[in-house]
């Protein structure tokens, strides 16, 4: 790793300053610190080389899980561990809270943070290898187009073919969750879904949140009636980063589906939102017939590369198993 | 050899669990690891690694880095006092030649695999020498590399060494196997391709070299050959009595520390600078540079009798060495030797290459070249079994090695096989089977089995020596150079000294792995310290026994063969017993020494051609038959092994439990390398040098081992041991490929078994690219 300046400022002002370019005391090439999970592992990979980190957990910003019924607030430096035990998400927002369980291992847990999960970077074989210049480090061209690709993405891939390794996104987005901002210019609240954008031109990134910006909290909207879950599957049983996983949400309104969330994890550049299956789902009777149907058309638009063509029956079975056990 | 005690029920410490003295100290976190060292003004040093797998070097300078404050020294191969280590291979065919595998300390002119040592920094902290490692100026030029065994043996193939790319070959024909597969009721063809993969030892590479007071390098790490300190004085160009290895208790080795690592570049640091050095390598580095299991491409034709009889196997393996010759000559000397399995196969034909590329390098690893083909020859016998109607356990039966048959290469087994007794204890501990839990599920069942050597190759003329003696007040010494590598290996040393000097186990001390100070007692490699150090030990004990009886005979008037030694005493048969104490005083008055020196020399012999099967290649070797219980979502591939259970013929167990989690680790670090390890390596770059991309099973992965220890008494290690530091790891990969076979007729020949490689299988993948 190399040497890199720390400031730990008492305000979220101060914070904001120092990640803006051209303000005063910022130098352009300051990151946000957090739990540090990621940014220390692509420090240490040569792939991130901040010449400051701004330690964003000492002015007060929010963390913890705050009720305002009907609905929920998680502050953006809560930890997975504090989601995944929090009695309120266990029982309103199951999705969420086997997500953040399902993440990482119980130590990674212990420190890392959600914003920080959320706008961690792929964990694509080229792009964490410094001496590789892939498209997404500034290259000019995606390794894993043509190369070891059995990791990457069977959707909304190019010119980028990594996948968004978070599993608490995939969750939020299924339920709704909006996501309160902010930067030089002040607040802004987007949905979640609204956070990730699958990268292009000239932003080599997988999020719309300016570098500038700090992301202050989630808010979870009333669960009304709504069942959730989180399916993953890894390469190992536990501390692996998802195959394939998929968020589903479904309000029923006695055997019809009056709502569906379909939200896929580990297969594109982004969180998922499968649409067609949504469609597909909504206004159905429940049942393995509606079942299959949405899990044939959330891979609609599907373009495995040459070694990742099992993520297609993986996903399919995945969407299929969640919404069999939302029904049940 | 006869034993002092022979009947199992009559010895009171070997044959039992007791606690491993290094045990606790592992647990509390006591133990002083080679990273744990540090001296006063000690420097730390790094590594400056080619990030090319095929290069020139254009341009190496190093002032700037040397010029830095702090920065101690940089060396490069100039600095090198004899930057060339040698090794020969005897025995080698005369197709490649006398093999003399050559292995630069640091690069010359070229580099040929990505991570190779270029220059070597000391410095005040890490982080300077990190630092300095960067200033150093150094350009390269692509060259034109080649990266599968195939390639490299192609016309016209870019060459890794100047003699060539087929580093080594063997060859076995035994019998007429054409006839053999002509007259077979079924034959069956299979290719078999396995892997890359890594020791992933907790511990990576490590140690501290200082000069000590009387002048003489010393270098304390972390290693399973504390012989290195030959390499280092040749490298050095000093006397081998002027450097001196003293070797940890080690996080693991697994042969991944069977070459030389650190040492050498400490011992170079220490003698430029005058000043303690200490090198850790990171898990980055380990994974990027260190030498790695080899993979296989293995073709297989089996014929067998309509009743299941093995008539013939025609075999040919093609191995990576990666791009430096290492142990690779031997390794394929295991894998050709093993190559027909624990069967009595009348004709046999084994063609065996290995050849460089510009990959990681390959060496030893744990089952050396013995483990690949444990998933061909297996796979093999399932298939046969299938074509057959044939129960698995029925088929190995039949098949199964007997004492007096000869292995293709024409070695006649002199001791017990007791594998149709392996395969039904294994079998027998899965039932009943366990239900699907779901539609999606199929459970299936698989056996596999498998023979390793222990003990070097016999013209090796292995042997290891050991010192036992007495202090005054009756507490033992054992001094071996034995490096423990975690298996239990001091101190299984200290229970048979304490069974033969009837001394009580927490009254031994054992001091291991010292150059210098301790009798060599040569590699923790090989499956080879319990059955050579144990000997050792074994026969130092019983000599200095009989020594101490004579003059106890004097002391108690009775004959020394009438007296016994238990419980910190010597016993005469009318009751009267003579305190330690009080003997060892007696033996300093007349002179008798208290402590005594004993060589064990293994069953020598000259090199055999194996193209004609002349003879004996091993002392000996360990059974095993494991068996997997695995379930298999056939919507997704995923397979999960649900019980395991894996029985070896060891003899006999010195230490139960240490048996036992050898034989348990092994099942895991084998089921590891068969459903998820892999060093993926692409054009010579290597995309896995973390453990977020190199998985290795966490103990939520695996389910619980069942190990079955079986006795026969037949082996050839003290008290009729048998080596099972290697032997566990070959099974598991074959063992679960059968298991996916019987649970969903797909048959896997590819390693890891992964969930795309199961789908794929299954036909999931049909319609997609």
Known sequence: ?328 | MADVVAAPEALRVVGRAVPRHDARDKAVAATAYAADWALPGMLHAAVLRSPYPSARIVKLDTARAAAMPGVAVVLTARDVPRNTLATDVPGQTATVGPLRATLHVLAEDRVRHQGEPVALVAAETLELARAAVEAIDVAYERTPGVFTPEAALAPGAPQVHAAGNLLAQWRIARGDVAAALAGAAVVVEGEYTTQLVDAAYLEPESGVAWIDSDGVITIRVSTQVIEHFRDVAEVLRVPQNRVRVIGTYLGGGFGGKEDVTVEVYLGLLALKTGRPVKMVWTRQESLLARAKRHPYRMRYRTGATAAGEILGQQIELLGDAGAYAYLSALVLLYSTVTAAGPYRVPSVEVQARVAYTNNPPTSAMRGFGGMQTVFAYESQMDRVARALGMDAVEIRRINALRRGDRLPVGQVIETHVALPELCERVWAALEPPTPPRAPHVRVGLGLACNLQPYGRIVWLHDWSSAWVGFEMDGSLVVRCGVPDVGGGQASSLCQIAAEVLGVSLERVSVHIADSALTPLAGTTTASRQLYMSGNAVLKASRELREQLLRVAETMLGAEAATLAMTGDLVHAPDGRTLALPDLLRECARAGVPRGHLAVYNAPAGEPVDLATGSGKVFPDYTYGAHAAEVEVDTETGVVRVLRYAAAHDVGRAINPQSVEGQIQGGAVQGLGYGCMEEVLVEDGINLTTSFATYLIPTAADVPDVEPVIVESGEGLGPFNARGIGEPPIGPPAAAVANAIADATGARLTRLPITAERVARALGRLDGTN
Request: charged share 20%; with cysteine.
């Open chain 1, 1 to 328: 790793m190399r040497p890199f300046a720390y400031a730990s400022p008492r305000t979220a002002d101060e914070i904001i300053a120092l990640l803006t370019p051209g303000s005063a005391g910022a130098d352009g090439a300051s990151r946000p610190l957090a739990g540090g999970t990621d940014l220390l592992t692509l420090m240490k990979a040569d792939v991130a080389t901040p010449s400051r980190l701004v330690d964003i957990k000492r002015a007060g910003l929010p963390k913890g899980i705050e009720e305002t019924p009907p609905g929920l607030v998680v502050g953006g430096l809560t930890t997975l561990a504090q989601i995944e035990t929090h009695p309120a998400v266990r029982a309103r927002y199951p999705a969420l809270a086997e997500a953040t369980a399902v993440a990482a291992t119980a130590q990674l847990r212990n420190v890392a943070t959600v914003a920080g999960n959320l706008l961690q970077r792929p964990r694509c074989w080229y792009f964490r290898n410094p001496r590789i210049a892939c498209w997404l480090k500034g290259g000019d061209h995606c390794p894993a187009r043509d190369g070891e690709n059995q990791l990457h993405a069977i959707l909304g891939g190019g010119p980028c073919h990594a996948v968004h390794p978070s599993d608490v996104a995939p969750a939020l987005v299924a339920l709704d969750a909006d996501a309160r901002l902010r930067g030089p210019g002040g607040e802004r609240t987007v949905p979640v879904e609204g956070l990730f954008a699958a990268p292009e031109g000239g932003r080599r990134r997988e999020t719309l949140v300016g570098s500038d910006e700090l992301l202050l909290a989630l808010r979870l909207p009333p669960a009304d009636g709504s069942r959730s879950t989180y399916l993953k599957s890894m390469d190992r049983k536990v501390w692996a980063f998802a195959l394939a996983g998929v968020a589903a949400r479904l309000r029923l309104d006695g055997r019809r589906v009056a709502e569906a969330r379909i939200v896929l994890g580990g297969v594109a550049p982004v969180p998922w939102r499968a649409h067609e299956a949504e469609r597909a789902l909504e206004g159905a009777e429940a049942g393995p017939a509606a079942w299959d149907r949405a899990a044939n058309a959330a891979l609609t638009g599907a373009a495995p590369l040459r070694h990742n063509a099992y993520k297609l029956p993986l996903a399919r079975a995945l969407v299929r198993r969640a919404l069999e056990s939302l029904a049940t």
